[in-house]
């Protein structure tokens, strides 16, 4: 199985990634929007099956033709599951979307759901056949081993969640600025503290934009300076004080800090 994977991981390297066909809004707005249809194109919404009807419950980012990053916390085994690619619209039919069964999740073997601050919260999905990249289908990239982000560095998260704090969730992809707050930052006692880790990263705080329940999973998307979008988080939590609370902002999962996790699942499955 090993060639067959390394070769599916090669062939989607070589189309590049982090260049979307259609350029995302980076206006500075402050409250959330309604992102360009398939400016992400990345971006695919995780769904599971429950009394028959297929519903969404985490974003994720397409990182190779066969295989999706999200959070750990978004897989319960009792459910099925679903990954859904070149979508803007959950509510709607688009042309070039597309639900993939995964063939396989892989769960990080030291994630703890009862303690979710140990960190360690990223999951890969292997598909159970390889996307067709398109305009609206297209690969992230990942950011190099242990790149650690400067305090306000922009960048903007993305993803279908509840539009506020209890709210309902967002039918078209919505996407926000979230400037990082750094580690030296966000570890204050009274910011996130000791329940930070390194292999973390924060991105809001201001109390007004923040990511929120149905935004797990989904990409940190950062531009690096030859201009290509990069995924540097996967959104992991939020302050059970609400998902805009000042000081307390949203924390993802530092991708730099797992490549040689992603590697090794990707190419031993």
């Given at each position: 199985?090993?060639?067959?994977?390394?070769?599916?991981?090669?062939?989607?390297?070589?189309?590049?990634?982090?260049?979307?066909?259609?350029?995302?809004?980076t206006?500075?707005?402050?409250?959330?929007v309604?992102a360009?249809?398939?400016?992400?194109?990345?971006?695919?919404?995780?769904?599971?099956?429950?009394?028959?009807?297929?519903?969404?419950?985490?974003?994720?980012?397409?990182?190779?033709?066969?295989?999706?990053?999200?959070?750990?916390?978004?897989?319960?085994?009792?459910?099925?599951?679903?990954?859904?690619?070149?979508?803007?619209?959950?509510?709607?039919?688009?042309a070039?979307?597309?639900?993939i069964?995964?063939?396989?999740?892989?769960?990080?073997?030291?994630?703890?759901p009862?303690?979710?601050a140990?960190?360690?919260?990223?999951?890969?999905?292997?598909?159970?056949?390889?996307?067709?990249?398109?305009?609206?289908?297209?690969?992230?990239?990942?950011?190099?081993?242990?790149?650690?982000?400067?305090?306000?560095?922009?960048?903007?998260?993305?993803?279908?969640?509840?539009?506020?704090?209890?709210g309902?969730?967002?039918?078209?992809?919505?996407?926000a600025?979230?400037?990082?707050?750094?580690?030296?930052?966000?570890?204050?006692?009274?910011?996130?503290?000791?329940?930070?880790?390194?292999?973390?990263?924060?991105?809001?705080?201001?109390?007004?934009?923040?990511?929120?329940?149905?935004?797990?999973?989904?990409?940190?998307?950062?531009?690096?300076?030859?201009?290509?979008?990069?995924?540097?988080?996967?959104?992991?939590?939020?302050?059970?004080?609400?998902?805009?609370?000042?000081?307390?902002?949203?924390?993802?999962?530092?991708v730099?800090?797992?490549?040689?996790?992603?590697?090794?699942?990707?190419?031993?499955?």
């Open positions: 199985m090993i060639p067959i994977v390394l070769a599916s991981v090669l062939i989607a390297s070589a189309l590049g990634c982090g260049t979307p066909p259609i350029e995302p809004l206006a500075r707005v402050v409250n959330g309604d360009k249809p398939h400016s992400w194109p990345w971006q695919i919404s995780l769904q599971y099956e429950k009394n028959g009807e297929w519903r969404h419950t985490c974003g994720g980012s397409l990182i190779a033709a066969n295989w999706v990053m999200t959070a750990a916390h978004c897989i319960n085994s009792k459910f099925s599951y679903r990954v859904f690619v070149g979508k803007n619209n959950l509510v709607e039919e688009e070039g979307s597309k639900a069964l995964p063939a396989k999740i892989i769960v990080h073997e030291r994630w703890n009862i303690f979710v140990f960190g360690n919260d990223i999951a890969l999905i292997k598909l159970s056949e390889p996307v067709t990249l398109s305009d609206h289908v297209q690969l992230a990239c990942i950011p190099a081993a242990g790149t650690v982000l400067s305090n306000l560095y922009p960048c903007y998260i993305t993803g279908w969640g509840r539009l506020s704090t209890g309902p969730i967002a039918d078209k992809l919505q996407q600025l979230m400037p990082v707050a750094d580690h030296a930052t966000c570890s204050q006692s009274d910011w996130w503290g000791v329940a930070l880790r390194t292999t973390m990263v924060c991105a809001g705080g201001d109390g007004i934009v923040a990511g929120c329940n149905g935004d797990s999973g989904g990409p940190l998307n950062c531009k690096n300076t030859e201009g290509t979008w990069e995924v540097h988080g996967i959104a992991s939590f939020v302050s059970g004080l609400g998902c805009n609370y000042e000081k307390k902002p949203t924390v993802f999962t530092r730099s800090a797992f490549n040689d996790w992603i590697d090794e699942v990707m190419m031993s499955n």
